[in-house]
């Protein structure tokens, strides 16, 4: 089982050395640069069997100095709902496209695909899906403000594919402008989705692209690259559209 740093740990780098700060006790510990690597990796969580030499005694000092916590993913029992509802809420927005009605119904029907991300016993991250047609969809993930830029969502991404991939053998995720890289870099591979009303644009639109499927609701089209860049230019030539990079990993 992974375990990473309490949330009243917190570390630092000074021009001397980096400082780990229990916030709660006010006790600070230095350790010395060489040392930043294992940190950024404990703060996404390790299995303390996997670790040998310095980076195994340092966790040993760290845990004699009650600085860890257990990092657990699992189904998302009823009772916490409404605390994932409220993640979802404050870092993607209460005008996102599914709300939480939407979402609590899915939830009774596909409940193995809504997992959520504790540390210790307090949830910090939800991702949820639900099938659709011929793949599942991967269609909210967020993680507690509090908690990101420590690499928690790949956790989630991975436990979600891990037991997505028991059923499906295609992944589809939506993402937001500012989750390209993420995407990319867990190795999904985009299409380029543009939903429009039919008296807006048409079919003959679009023939600069290679159309890999038309829907009542709008467009799929396939590209050679992609980038926040490129979509924003796409955005410019096609105002009247909704446009978004659909990520696909496959199994």
């Known amino acids: 089982m992974k375990q990473t740093f309490k949330k009243e740990v917190k570390w630092r780098k000074d021009k001397t050395a980096i400082f780990i700060c229990n916030c709660k006790t006010l006790n600070d510990l230095k350790i010395g640069f060489k040392y930043e690597d294992f940190l950024k990796k404990l ?19 760290f845990q004699m100095l009650d600085y860890l916590t257990q990092l ?9 709902i ?19 009605d939407f979402l609590v119904e899915k939830y009774r029907e596909y409940s193995e695909y809504f997992i959520g991300l504790y540390l210790g016993e307090e949830l910090i991250g939800i991702i949820c899906g639900f099938p659709r047609e ?16 420590r690499g ?7 436990e979600f594919e891990k037991i997505g991939f028991k059923k499906y053998e295609k992944i589809n995720a939506g993402a937001l402008d ?11 591979f985009p299409f380029l989705l543009v939903q429009f ?15 890999l499927s038309i829907r009542d609701w709008g467009i799929e089209l ?30």
């Open 43 to 61: 703060s996404s969580g390790v299995n303390s069997e996997e670790l040998v030499g310095e980076e195994k005694q340092i966790f040993n000092e």
């Open 72 to 80: 657990i993913t699992k189904q998302l029992p009823q009772e916490d």
């Open 82 to 100: 409404d605390k994932a509802m409220n993640i979802l809420d404050n870092e993607l927005g209460k005008d996102r496209v599914r709300k939480k």
């Open 134 to 149: 011929d793949y599942l969809l991967m269609s909210e993930l967020a993680i507690d403000f509090r908690f990101q830029g």
């Open 152 to 158: 928690l969502g790949k956790i989630l991404v991975e």
């Open 178 to 188: 500012n989750a390209i890289t993420f995407y990319e870099k867990l190795g999904y």
């Open 197 to 211: 009303n039919n008296e807006e644009y048409s079919k003959k639109d679009f023939l600069d692209f290679e159309i």
């Open 222 to 251: 396939k590209i050679s690259s992609f980038s926040l860049e490129e979509i924003n230019e796409l955005r410019k030539k096609f105002p009247k559209g909704n446009l978004q990079y659909i990520f696909v990993k496959k199994f």
